[in-house]
Nanobody
Framework: QLQASGGGLVQAGASLRLSCAASGRTFSRYAMGWFRRAPGKEREFVSGISWRGGSTAYADSVKGRFTISRDNAKNTVYLQMNTLKPEDTAVYYC?????????????????WGQGTLVTVSS
């Protein structure tokens, strides 16, 4: 029901935009989030957005470089990633939580996408 896309192989300093398209239900009343899991590491919160898009949150490691947004008319959430670094290399997952506010805790999310791989070379 959540399909993440937009990953790829880029060089350090480049940009990518990830998309997460929802189907099967309307996620406009859900908070949305992006998480990532790097090789050999735990899953970590990257960014989250409230159901209307009025509130956002970012991990310190991506603050100022990544921007989350959503288009409820298209049932899609985006993650614009600029100035990518090799340490951003990971599988990125989008998720939906039945919550109106921003959610940082992965365990709170109800639905998860399949992930899209982002590889940043140095």
């Amino acid at each position: 029901q959540l399909q993440a896309s937009g990953g790829g192989l880029v060089q350090a300093g480049a940009s990518l935009r990830l998309s997460c398209a929802a189907s099967g239900r309307t996620f406009s009343r859900y908070a949305m989030g992006w998480f990532r899991r790097a090789p050999g590491k735990e899953r970590e919160f990257v960014s989250g957005i409230s159901w209307r898009g009025g509130s956002t949150a970012y991990a310190d490691s991506v603050k100022g470089r990544f921007t989350i947004s959503r288009d409820n008319a298209k049932n899609t959430v985006y993650l614009q990633m600029n100035t990518l670094k090799p340490e951003d290399t990971a599988v990125y997952y989008c998720a939906a939580a039945l919550s109106l506010g921003v959610v940082r805790l992965g365990e709170t999310y109800d639905y998860w996408g399949q992930g899209t791989l982002v590889t940043v070379s140095s």
